[in-house]
């Protein structure tokens, strides 16, 4: 759309500005974690030195400190463990169920879809209290096996929700076809509809592993032991000594860990979207 | 009331690539409604967004009244656009929305009703106004966008495809509307369409455009019976003209004037034609055959007859076309050429 | 093929739900085995407690106050964002980052940037003759001030997912609308605010209504930055559970807080579905 000259420069300082501001607001803390990763201890403690330049050789230490004096990559393995466990019990127990709701008709279809995705809102700090106990009871406390269990009562109710987007979108013609060509509708299912929902598959992949990475009051909760954290808890908790932070490695800590998170999640962005909007945009 | 001119106006989207529009000149006369007319693609919709101010030209001018207007934004060109999805605000009533350029343009606050009701009555939607636009069928929507373009009484009008979303049986009626109230109004009007018959039927002249470039500018009279060249000749009309290269011209003539033999009188140039294919269309028949032997040996042609009872399938027949009604175009830049005197035998 | 899913869900959500409600009306105690049944005196200890009160407060300021800082920023920047330019899919990552990174890490960062000695904040105070030298306040060491930087930190999280769904509503209007607006001689203002803002009405809706939930279920920003402190003055409702509830043992205590989380929770899922019911009818 066109505007006046003036009014033309005027907008674009004021996009320009608006920008800056905003990735800087934004992008700033990461930033700081990045400058601060590989700043010499004598450097980040000096109040006279400014911030952000280095004052004395950028430097290693917190990084090699990071992986070999504390148990990081430990927590690193466990999310890894944690989440691909995870991501295969939600997508078992999403898939079906977001398939057949998709394709279940009528008004108990759509009400058992907006039930489950109702459960998404359940936050984790209404149900650990009760959750501890359970755990306890099963003897789980301290294990990577309690995440493992909990864990998929907010990731498949998401996943069915963005699933059941995708499957929709299937015609139903493509199933009746391969059932016509001697298919079950199980056999359909797997051998049809999977295959070309893979890329909401690999949504469904990557939200669910995000998630996981992201949740933080379970583990905290279910949790003691350093060696069995996930990073969100490992990270802020077990890179304290009593009241000694040790500043640089806790910030190469949490930039390792966001990196490639974000990087997956930029990647899929759009789909998180449409599962997050509720059909409030078409 | 303002006339709308482009010099060498021309729209390029990406670097390096076929330009949408290229170097259109064309000057609307004042009053005149003038219709843009072309197949898909050929770069319609983006000249009338260039006049509208919603694109910016690569090159060229625009000048509305006199007055190159290319530095200023459409609310300052003094136009109203009609857009092909009507572009109603969904969330307000048709009077906010007809109000809305009156609001815009902070025309006071007493004159809005009088002069909603006013555009309001002329277009008979007096009822409407207190309805949301989705609660609107499909020409009701048209008109309170047509309502809402004349309420600030604009210099020009620039329409869109306005009736393209109408089913067949309103489209004629809507058709019919807009040009009484064209009359009525007499503001300079420019109307997008793809459709031939509604560019014959509405436009005082017609502005026939492909790939980006003009290629006639004239009556419907004008751009019917005196194409300018092949393409003009062959998109309007359906059946189109029928063309036939021979060695260094093309001779056309349009299917109407193919007649059999007994039925044309005068000078006439005449062949035997093979029928091929019948189709009755109620008011006329529409024959198609090839030509038996002489120049145009071999060619498949059309022929647009009110009656062809006396015609059979795969029977030879002799045809003929007044010589008048050859049109000639030049074998290499398929423009037309002066008439001249050729044997098609 | 529904079953499994709708099974599992029932059993981890609706399960300790009901349990939680069970323990808030009991005398449970982590070691405890006899349970009694004690009425509302759960309840009604709580709302004596100051602690709660002040809980229950900020709560609600830091939703209230982070969702109207988020709506006005990602309004804003979504407007930014929505015309392509170079570099914006870099930005889009950049600006992304706070919503990715697990919460916990993004707290800690802050917490660095905001530390009582090295903040940066004071740095550049101090620099600019702003404070004297050690002048600087402590950011999360004073009540007010701590309140503050965790409504910050909330809403530093909540723009960028804020941004995309607003991001995904502007793109969802016909582009004619707002050049229809143009021709009739509106300009920007007048666009954004009479056409496009109440045009994205439900989009919005939906961007705060889940910021809600993010904001007011969450436990982990408050228990990073300050652990509740100082002297309880940023305690929230989930913080105050977990406290009571997982670290003082007081099972019954902590899972009546988190029942206070319902309420609201129903709230705004009947507003949820409201929206998207709306949204479908239109
Ligand atoms: N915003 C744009 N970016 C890039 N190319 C465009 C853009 N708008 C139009 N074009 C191209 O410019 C050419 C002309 O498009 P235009 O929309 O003006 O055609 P039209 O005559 O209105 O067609 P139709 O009858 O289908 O509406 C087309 O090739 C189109 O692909
Ligand atoms: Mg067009």
């Known amino acids: 759309m066109q505007t006046s000259l003036s009014g033309r420069a005027f907008r674009r300082i004021g996009h320009v500005l608006v920008i800056t501001v905003f990735t800087v607001a934004l992008a700033f803390p990461f930033y700081w974690m990045l400058v601060t990763s590989f700043k010499q201890n004598v450097d980040l403690y000096t109040m006279a030195n400014n911030p952000f330049i280095f004052n004395a050789k950028p430097t ?174 490992g990270i802020p908790i077990f890179l304290v000594r009593g009241d000694v932070y040790y500043w640089g490695a806790l910030m190469a800590a949490c930039l390792i860990a966001t990196l490639p998170i974000a990087f997956l999640y930029n990647l899929f962005l759009d789909r998180f979207i449409a599962g997050f909007t509720v059909g409030a945009v078409k | 009331m303002a006339v709308v001119e482009t010099r060498d106006l021309t729209k390029v989207f990406k670097e390096g690539g076929l330009g949408a529009v290229n170097s259109v000149n064309l000057e609307t006369r004042e009053g005149e409604f003038l219709v843009f007319l072309g197949p898909s693609g050929s770069g319609k919709t983006t000249l009338l967004r260039m006049i509208a101010g919603l694109e910016a ?172 060249d092949t393409f003009v000749a062959t998109f309007l009309g359906s059946p189109p003209m029928n063309l036939a290269e021979l060695a260094e011209l093309i001779v056309g003539f349009r299917p109407e004037h193919l007649r059999p033999s007994s039925s044309v009188t005068g000078d006439a140039v005449s062949f035997r034609l093979k029928v091929e294919n019948i189709e009755y269309l109620g008011a006329e028949w529409i024959v198609s055959g090839t030509v038996v032997g002489g120049r145009l040996g071999g060619k498949k042609v059309f022929s647009r007859l009110t009656s062809a009872q006396d015609l059979a399938l795969e029977g030879t027949y002799d045809f003929a076309v007044p010589q008048r009604q050859l049109k000639f175009f030049d074998r290499s830049t398929e423009k037309r050429i002066e008439p001249r005197a050729v044997s098609l035998q | 093929m529904l079953a499994p899913a709708v099974l599992y869900i029932l059993l981890l959500v609706a399960g300790p739900f009901l349990l939680a409600i069970f323990y808030a009306f009991s005398d449970a105690r982590i070691g405890n085995t006899q349970l009694h049944f004690v009425g509302l005196e759960n309840f009604r200890s709580i709302l004596q407690s100051p602690s709660f009160r002040i809980a229950v407060r900020n709560s609600f300021i830091f939703t209230i106050g982070s969702q109207i800082v988020v709506i006005i920023a990602s309004s804003i920047l979504a407007i930014a964002l929505e015309q392509p330019f170079r570099g914006r899919g870099m930005l889009r990552f950049l600006m992304l980052l706070p919503w990715v990174a697990p919460i916990a890490l993004g707290a800690i960062g802050w917490k660095w940037i905001l530390d009582s000695i090295y903040s940066v904040i004071s740095w550049v105070l101090v620099a600019l003759h702003l404070y004297k030298p050690f002048g600087a306040p402590m950011w999360l060491g ?75 279920t969450d ?46 929770l129903v709230i705004i899922a009947y507003l949820m579905l409201r929206v998207a019911h709306r949204a479908e009818v239109t």
């Open chain 1, 60 to 233: 290693l230490d917190h990084l090699t400190f990071l992986f070999t004096q504390t148990r990081f990559v430990r927590w690193l393995g466990n999310t890894t463990f944690v989440g691909v466990v995870v991501v295969s019990i939600t997508l078992v127990l999403a898939l079906p169920a977001a398939y057949s709701l998709a394709r279940l008709s009528g008004r108990w279809g759509e009400r058992v879809g907006i039930g489950i995705f109702l459960t998404y809102l359940v936050p984790p700090t209404l149900l650990f209290i009760p959750l501890s106990r359970v755990i306890a009871y099963l003897g789980l406390q301290d294990s990577l096996w309690a995440l493992i269990l909990v864990y998929p009562s907010f990731t498949v109710p998401f996943s069915i929700w963005l699933l059941m987007g995708f499957f929709k979108a299937i015609p139903r013609e493509l199933e009746d076809a391969a059932m016509v060509d001697g298919l079950t509708r199980f056999g359909a299912f797997v051998k049809m509809v999977i295959p070309i929902s893979t890329s909401g598959i690999l949504t469904v992949v990557i939200f669910t592993f995000t998630l996981v990475t992201q949740e933080f009051v379970y583990a905290l909760t279910f949790l003691s032991s350093e060696e069995n954290q996930m990073i969100g808890t």
């Open chain 2, 57 to 228: 030209p690569t090159s060229g001018d625009i000048l509305i009244g006199g007055r190159v207007v290319n530095d200023l934004s459409p609310r300052e060109r003094r136009i109203a656009m009609v857009f092909q999805s009507y572009a109603l605000y969904p969330h307000l009533s048709v009077y906010r929305n007809i109000a809305f350029p009156l609001q815009a343009q902070k025309v006071k606050k007493e004159l809005h009703k009088e002069k909603v009701e006013w555009a309001a009555a002329l277009l008979g939607i007096g009822a409407l106004l207190e309805r949301k636009p989705r609660e609107l069928s499909g020409g009701e929507r048209q008109r309170v966008a047509l309502a809402r373009a004349i309420v600030r009484e604009p210099a020009v009008f620039l329409l869109d495809e306005p009736l393209s979303n109408l089913d067949a049986k309103l489209r004629a009626s809507a058709r019919e509307e807009l040009e009484r109230f064209h009359r009525r109004v007499g503001t300079t009007t420019i109307y997008v369409t793809h459709d031939q018959v509604e560019a014959m039927a509405m436009g005082d002249r017609v502005l026939v455009l492909n790939k980006g470039v003009v290629h006639q500018l004239g009556t419907p009279a004008e751009v019917y019976d005196n194409p300018a």
């Open chain 3, 142 to 216: 004073e009540p007010h001030l701590a309140i503050a930087s965790v409504l910050l930190v909330h809403s530093w999280r909540l723009i960028p997912f804020s941004t995309v769904i607003l991001l995904a509503g502007r793109t969802a209007i016909p582009k004619d609308i707002p050049e229809a607006a143009a021709v009739d001689g509106a300009g920007f203002w007048r666009t954004e605010f009479l056409i496009l803002l109440p045009m994205m009405m439900p989009i919005i809706s939906v961007a705060v209504l889940f910021g809600i939930i993010f904001t007011f």
């Open chain 3, 219 to 264: 436990m982990t920003v408050v228990y990073i930055l300050t652990a509740g402190g100082p002297f309880d003055s940023t305690q929230v409702l989930p913080s105050l559970a977990f406290t009571l509830g997982i670290q003082g043992s007081d099972l019954a205590a902590g899972a009546a807080i988190s029942l206070t989380l319902v309420p609201l």
